[in-house]
Structures are given as structure tokens and as C-alpha cells.
């Protein structure tokens, strides 16, 4: 391609859902009928095309995102397949950041579940417009207005159906164009319209007025129509949902079965008239190296702009998923981008790819808009913003989250030791959720992660791609530590000099002030202080000293050595002793004093707290609300779906290793539960 496409026929979308809630049999399906595949791969027979890795298609789960393209009425769909599962939560909020929109798959029976809020918040931070799929409608049990009610009570999201589903006849009512489509032929391929029958149309009537009302908020035209009783252009109808989708008033909802092949064409359909082409999104804002800020439009004019946002290893060798923003992108550039520590880099791009799941192929050149692999980049990482180097910018990072358990890790063989430092390395780059740390009480090497199944998948993949096998530990919770009172200290930082060793004398005072914050509100560092002699100025280079030295203080607590949660500290007042002031004596000074002050404010340890949802038959019901209750769990609320209750409760991770083991025990296999972190907590009880 050597001119840049049409942006206004392109859409980024994400597929994203709580886990088993059907988003990978939906792709697979869209892969299907937009002709990029000949044959629908099924994630139970380990067939996905979009679970390429050995260990997805062993445990029947999403473990990475995965880029395809698919072309649809003329339009040319980027779709980016995300994990369910709560341990790889990381590739779904690394892969919002550089979408458009995206698309959550509910499960018509459960509604909302808690991976689904993970999900939502992660979607609000961005401010993607999002479209719904209802799925698995074929299963007993499944309830469309319920899973709509679900959706505006835990989601506060504002649901409208676009299309109602009919499982029994294989069917979709279509609301905005009021026909029926069957899916007929071997796999739905074929889609017939008819218009609604009366008798039909009257059962689904209430579901139109809620869209036309939805849609009429955003339209006065509309409006007033809608308000005469008077019926509306199909297109005008489709023009004022689209705007309310766009702005995020209002959420699309089409339903069906993805598995039985049933209302997925309506919803292509939808994207293509709902979701943003990338000019439609609001520009981007980026600090310059300089100071300021600067608005980034997607194919604007301008230096090169790139957002970095994921690193993958792919056949031993190193590559970085990169969406364009701006200018373009080929083989053999030239890169800039500033590190997370400050500093400047600059990097060669050797070869660019497009990306299909598994399989990548050479491109020429990448324009805005698009996501593509970049490979020769040794340092760039997730959340690196690529540049021109002659105009560096900084887009938003990319959060991680901090790591909730650990295994005490080691090669099976002594001789492999060089070898497990190298291939930890790579792991840990990919993943920013996994960290390496190493007792010092101990010498353990701990590796931690976001749960028990995200540790698994590691050790499996070390073992098939490189090779080495480990010996490993229990799992054991990642604690933290918090403070119960306020405290305050002073400290004057005065190591003697070295003549003989030419090290000069160096000298800094620091007062800070400590508080405890909520549970769950996380750290919080003020650097303001009241600067002696009087008229003394601290430089950029210094005031950046003194928060390192703050935070590096907040790595180790006074009771195990964990790291400090829910802590507030203010650095009140600084005293410099002119060249003596050196920021490596600042940064000392701020570390000595908030640990002076984390020794007088009592100190309690925190453990992470999960919440958890538990669906189980009723059955059981009596048996598993036992186990948790010895568990201490603390039971918010239940409800029941038929013949299954669903229990949403709170409980501390270490109460929880090994649960899965015992809740199949307890149901004879019939019982599931999944969970997302809360926040750290003490424990009682």
C-alpha cells in the first residue's frame, strides 16, 4: 500500500468479555463470514484461529490478545481478540489503549459478571464507545431483558437491543430495519430478511420504543418525530444511534448465539455503522520533552507518532506491537522515545509486519490507524511512546497492576542458571505483570503474578518455547504493608568524607510527614516543602531526587520488608548545605526520614482481598456456603437463576489457593467461581 487508506472505511475494534462468555467463538465466527478463514476453528476442539499458542489451545482459554484483519462491505475491520480470564488482565488494558471501540460479549444466562466490570472500567478510562453481543441465547435459562436489566443496574450503562433474538427459530429481529433474519445453510452463512410479522412485532414493540427514545436524545429532529407518534427514516434512525453511541450515551446491544451460528452478520453490520473510523476519535494528548502539551489527531500532519503497547516474543526474537497515530512508519527508521527513568533512546526499526494471529508478513510501510510489528527495537517497551527524533512526545502510559502471589522458582539443573536468567529476562519484559524479586532472607528467587493460572502459563511456556524446566514451590500470597497512626520525622543525612578516597562530604536535611489513607486508595507523595536558608531554590534534578528517595523508602516496610500501601507522605521542609545538597544526598535524606517516620506510625500487614462470584447448583448451595464461611468470607448478596445460585462475596486471597480443586469436590464438578482483585486489607477473623 503506498498511499494512506481510507480511514472513514476502518474500524479498531476490540472483542473483550468475561471468561467463557463466547468472545473467541464470536471471532472466529466473524473471521468466517467475512472470508478470512474457510473453516470455523472451535476454541472446545483446540481449533481458534485466534488461539495460536500451545497453551491456549491446551486449556481452552484466551492467554494473549491476538491482531486480525477482516474485510466487511467495503470496510476493512482490525480486530484484536482480548483474555477472559482475570490473570492476563493486563493485555486487555494494553489493548484498549489503542483501539477505537470495542465490542463486550455477555453470557445470555449469567448477564454482567465480574470480569464484565474489569472490563467496563477499563473501556470508561479510555472513553471507547462499545457495542454489546448478548450471547449463548440458544442455552436454557438464558434471558435477554434480563441480561439488558444487568447491564443498566451493575454497569449503569444505558442498553438498547438493535436486534432480539430468537433461538427456537434460529432467528434475530432486526428493530431498526423491523424485519426478521434467519440464518440458514450449514454454518448461517446465508440471511434471510423478511418483514416482521404483526403477531411478532407486537412482543418486541417496547424493545423499539426504548431505542427510538434512546436514539431521539441526541436528535431533535428525532425527537419531535418520535414525539408525534410519527415514524422515523431507517437512515435517520441509524445516524442519531450512531452519534449516541459515539459520545457513549447509549450502548447497542444485538443478540444471539455465536456457537449455533445465529445474529453475529447484524452485528458486523453494526460496526460498521456505529462504531468510530479512527478520524471520528478525539485527539490524543501529548506532553512534549519540553514542556506542554500537544494535540495528536490520527492521520493529522506532522513528525511520527507510534504508541508501543506490547512486547511479544515471537520465534526467539524480539517484537513490539505498535499502533500509528501519526505520519508513517517503514522498515529501517529511525525512532526517538523517552524512557520511563527520563532518558532519551534511540532505536532502528530492521523489518515492519502485519500481524494475522500467528503469522506476521513483511509491509513496506504502516500508516495512522493501523497496528502493525516492529522488530529490531532492543529497548522500547509497553507504553513507550515512538517518535520522530527531532520532536519527542510522551503519550499516557499504560498502567500495570501490581502482582498478588508468588512461587519460589529455580532450574532443575544447576547448569541452567546462566540460561534461566536470560529467558526469565525475556518473559519479564513481555509481561509487566510478572516480577522476578529475590529473598533476602531466604535467597529464593519469587516469581509473582496476578494469580495461580497466570504462574502456570508461565512455567509451561518456559518449559515448551525455551526449553527449560523448573523446580517450583506453593503458591504463596504477595503481601503489603500499611501504617495504623501519623507520624512525622527529621533527619539530617551526613556521611563523614573520604579524603583518601576522594569522596567529599555531603549533606541534606528532610522533614516529612506521614498519614494512613482509605483501603484501596493507594500512595500518595507531595514534594512541597518550606526550603532553608530562606530564598533557596531546589532544581529540577534535586526535586526529582526527593521523590525517588520518598518512593524508594515506600518499597520496604518496618515489618517484613513488603511494600507500602494506602500511605500518604508530605515532604514538609528541606534544608540545603549549597554544593554539599547533592541529589544523591537529597534522595538518602527523604529515603532515611520516611523510614525514621514508618518505625513510629505502627505498622499492620495487608493481604490482597478478592472479589469473588460463586455459581453453583442449589443443590449445593448449604455445602459450599460452609467451606467459604470457614474461608471468612464475607457473602454480599445471592441470587438464583433457575436452578443455580449465584453468590457475590469478598475473601481474602490466601483463603482461596487451591479453591478450584475443592468447589468441583463440593458440586461434583457443576460449581465455578472467578475473581478480581479488590484492594489489600487486613485480615479479621
Same mark, same amino acid.
Given at each position: 500500500?503506498?498511499k494512506p487508506?481510507d480511514?472513514?472505511?476502518i474500524r479498531?475494534?476490540?472483542i473483550?468479555?468475561h471468561?467463557d462468555a463466547?468472545?473467541t467463538?464470536?471471532t472466529?465466527r466473524i ?6 478463514s474457510?473453516?470455523?476453528?472451535e476454541?472446545?476442539?483446540?481449533a481458534a ?8 489451545q491446551?486449556h481452552g482459554?484466551t492467554?494473549?490478545s491476538?491482531?486480525t484483519k477482516?474485510?466487511w462491505?467495503?470496510h476493512l475491520?482490525?480486530?484484536?481478540d482480548?483474555?477472559g480470564?482475570v490473570?492476563f ?9 489503542v483501539l477505537? *471501540? ?6 445470555g444466562?449469567?448477564g454482567?459478571e ?17 457495542l ?9 435459562g ?10 443498566r443496574k451493575?454497569l449503569?450503562?444505558e442498553a438498547?437491543?438493535?436486534t432480539v433474538?430468537l433461538p ?5 429481529v432486526?428493530?431498526i ?6 440464518f %440458514?445453510g450449514?454454518?448461517g ?9 404483526e403477531?411478532l ?10 431505542l427510538?427514545l434512546?436514539a431521539?436524545?441526541?436528535?431533535e429532529?428525532?425527537?419531535?418525530q418520535?414525539l408525534?407518534?410519527?415514524e422515523?427514516?431507517t437512515?435517520t434512525?441509524?445516524?442519531a444511534?450512531?452519534?449516541?453511541t459515539l459520545n457513549?450515551r447509549?450502548?447497542p446491544c444485538f443478540g444471539?448465539?455465536?456457537l449455533?451460528?445465529q *445474529?453475529?452478520?447484524p452485528?458486523?453490520?453494526?460496526i460498521?455503522?456505529l ?14 520533552a519540553g514542556g ?5 489527531h490520527?492521520g493529522?500532519d ?15 526474537r524480539?517484537?513490539?506491537f ?10 529501517g527508521q529511525t525512532?526517538?522515545?523517552?524512557a520511563?527513568d527520563?532518558r532519551e533512546?534511540r532505536?532502528h526499526?530492521t523489518?515492519?509486519f502485519d500481524?494475522d ?7 513496506d ?6 497496528i502493525?510489528?516492529?522488530? *529490531?527495537?532492543?529497548?522500547a517497551?509497553?507504553g513507550?511512546?515512538l517518535?520522530?527524533?527531532k520532536h519527542l512526545?510522551l503519550?499516557?502510559?499504560?498502567e500495570?497492576r501490581?502482582p498478588?502471589?508468588s512461587?519460589?522458582?529455580e532450574?532443575?539443573s544447576?547448569?541452567d542458571?546462566?540460561k534461566?536468567?536470560e529467558?526469565?529476562?525475556?518473559v519479564l519484559e ?5 516480577q522476578?524479586?529475590?529473598?533476602p532472607?531466604?535467597g529464593? %528467587?519469587?516469581l509473582?503474578?496476578m494469580?495461580?493460572?497466570h ?7 518456559l ?6 524446566r523448573l %523446580?517450583s *514451590? ?12 501519623p ?5 539530617l ?7 583518601e578516597h576522594?569522596?567529599?562530604a555531603i ?10 489513607r482509605?483501603?484501596?486508595?493507594g500512595?500518595?507523595?507531595g514534594?512541597?516543602?518550606?526550603i532553608k536558608?530562606?530564598g533557596?531554590?531546589?532544581s529540577l534534578?534535586?526535586?526529582?531526587a526527593?521523590?525517588?528517595?520518598v ?6 516496610g ?14 514538609t521542609g528541606v534544608e ?12 538518602a535524606a527523604?529515603s532515611r526520614?520516611?523510614h525514621?517516620a ?5 505498622a499492620?500487614m495487608?493481604h ?9 447448583p442449589e443443590t449445593n448451595?448449604g455445602a459450599v456456603?460452609?467451606d467459604l464461611?470457614?474461608r471468612?468470607?464475607?457473602i454480599?448478596?445471592s441470587?438464583t437463576w ?5 453468590l ?8 482461596l489457593?487451591?479453591?478450584t480443586t ?7 464438578g457443576?460449581?465455578q467461581f472467578?475473581m478480581?482483585f ?7 477473623g
Amino acid at each position: 500500500m503506498t498511499k494512506p487508506p481510507d480511514f472513514s472505511h476502518i474500524r479498531n475494534i476490540g472483542i473483550a468479555a468475561h471468561v467463557d462468555a463466547g468472545k473467541t467463538t464470536l471471532t472466529e465466527r466473524i473471521l468466517f463470514y467475512t472470508g478470512v478463514s474457510h473453516k470455523i476453528g472451535e476454541v472446545h476442539d483446540g481449533a481458534a484461529h485466534m488461539d495460536y499458542l500451545a497453551e491456549e489451545q491446551e486449556h481452552g482459554i484466551t492467554i494473549t490478545s491476538a491482531v486480525t484483519k477482516a474485510p466487511w462491505r467495503d470496510h476493512l475491520l482490525q480486530v484484536v481478540d482480548t483474555p477472559g480470564h482475570v490473570d492476563f488482565t493486563i493485555e486487555v488494558e494494553r489493548s484498549m489503549r489503542v483501539l477505537d *471501540g470495542c465490542i463486550i460479549v455477555l453470557d445470555g444466562v449469567r448477564g454482567v459478571e465480574p470480569q464484565t466490570e474489569t472490563v467496563w472500567r477499563q473501556r470508561t478510562r479510555f472513553n471507547l464507545p462499545a457495542l454489546f453481543f448478548i450471547n449463548k441465547m440458544d442455552r436454557p435459562g438464558a434471558d435477554f431483558a434480563r441480561a439488558l436489566s444487568s447491564m443498566r443496574k451493575r454497569l449503569g450503562a444505558e442498553a438498547v437491543a438493535v436486534t432480539v433474538p430468537l433461538p427456537e427459530q434460529q432467528a434475530v429481529v432486526h428493530l431498526i430495519d423491523k424485519t426478521i433474519l434467519q440464518f %440458514r445453510g450449514e454454518q448461517g452463512e446465508v440471511v434471510a430478511s423478511a418483514p416482521c410479522p404483526e403477531s411478532l412485532w407486537n412482543e418486541v414493540r417496547s424493545y423499539r420504543e426504548n431505542l427510538l427514545l434512546a436514539a431521539a436524545e441526541v436528535d431533535e429532529a428525532l425527537a419531535e418525530q418520535v414525539l408525534g407518534e410519527e415514524e422515523p427514516e431507517t437512515d435517520t434512525l441509524w445516524r442519531a444511534l450512531r452519534r449516541a453511541t459515539l459520545n457513549g450515551r447509549v450502548f447497542p446491544c444485538f443478540g444471539g448465539s455465536a456457537l449455533r451460528n445465529q *445474529g453475529v452478520q447484524p452485528l458486523l453490520d453494526g460496526i460498521l455503522r456505529l462504531l468510530p473510523a479512527p478520524l471520528d476519535r478525539p485527539p490524543a494528548m501529548a506532553q512534549r520533552a519540553g514542556g506542554g502539551l500537544e494535540e495528536v489527531h490520527i492521520g493529522g500532519d506532522g513528525p511520527l507518532v507510534a504508541l508501543a503497547f506490547k512486547v511479544q516474543m515471537w520465534e526467539g526474537r524480539r517484537h513490539v506491537f505498535t499502533r500509528v497515530y501519526r505520519s508513517s512508519l517503514r522498515p529501517g527508521q529511525t525512532l526517538a522515545f523517552l524512557a520511563a527513568d527520563g532518558r532519551e533512546v534511540r532505536e532502528h526499526t530492521t523489518r515492519l509486519f502485519d500481524v494475522d494471529a500467528g503469522k506476521k508478513t513483511p509491509m513496506d510501510i504502516a500508516w495512522p490507524g493501523q497496528i502493525v510489528l516492529l522488530a *529490531g527495537l532492543r529497548s522500547a517497551t509497553t507504553g513507550d511512546t515512538l517518535c520522530d527524533p527531532k520532536h519527542l512526545l510522551l503519550l499516557e502510559r499504560i498502567e500495570t497492576r501490581q502482582p498478588v502471589i508468588s512461587l519460589a522458582v529455580e532450574p532443575a539443573s544447576s547448569s541452567d542458571e546462566e540460561k534461566f536468567l536470560e529467558v526469565i529476562g525475556k518473559v519479564l519484559e513481555e509481561d509487566p505483570t510478572l516480577q522476578l524479586h529475590e529473598d533476602p532472607e531466604t535467597g529464593q %528467587r519469587l516469581l509473582r503474578g496476578m494469580g495461580e493460572l497466570h504462574l502456570q502459563i508461565v512455567l509451561e511456556r518456559l518449559q515448551r518455547e525455551f526449553n527449560l524446566r523448573l %523446580r517450583s *514451590g506453593k503458591p504463596a500470597v504477595a503481601l503489603r504493608e500499611t501504617i495504623l497512626r501519623p507520624a512525622a520525622a527529621d533527619f539530617l543525612f551526613h556521611p563523614p568524607a573520604v579524603p583518601e578516597h576522594k569522596v567529599p562530604a555531603i549533606r541534606a536535611r528532610v522533614l516529612v510527614q506521614i498519614a494512613p489513607r482509605p483501603r484501596g486508595a493507594g500512595l500518595e507523595v507531595g514534594i512541597k516543602p518550606v526550603i532553608k536558608p530562606e530564598g533557596a531554590k531546589l532544581s529540577l534534578e534535586q526535586t526529582t531526587a526527593l521523590e525517588q528517595g520518598v518512593r524508594f523508602a515506600l518499597t520496604s516496610g518496618p515489618l517484613e520488608g513488603a511494600p507500602l500501601e494506602d500511605v500518604a507522605v508530605e515532604l514538609t521542609g528541606v534544608e540545603l548545605f549549597g554544593a554539599a545538597s547533592t541529589p544523591n544526598a537529597l534522595s538518602a535524606a527523604a529515603s532515611r526520614a520516611v523510614h525514621k517516620a514508618l518505625e513510629d506510625a505502627g505498622a499492620a500487614m495487608l493481604h490482597p482481598v478478592m472479589k469473588v462470584e460463586v455459581v453453583v447448583p442449589e443443590t449445593n448451595l448449604g455445602a459450599v456456603l460452609g467451606d467459604l464461611q470457614s474461608r471468612h468470607a464475607l457473602i454480599r448478596s445471592s441470587e438464583t437463576w433457575g436452578d443455580s445460585v449465584t453468590l457475590d462475596c469478598e475473601v481474602a486471597l490466601d483463603h482461596l489457593l487451591g479453591y478450584t480443586t475443592d468447589l468441583r469436590s463440593l458440586t461434583q464438578g457443576r460449581g465455578q467461581f472467578s475473581m478480581i482483585f479488590s484492594r489489600f486489607d487486613t485480615l479479621s477473623g
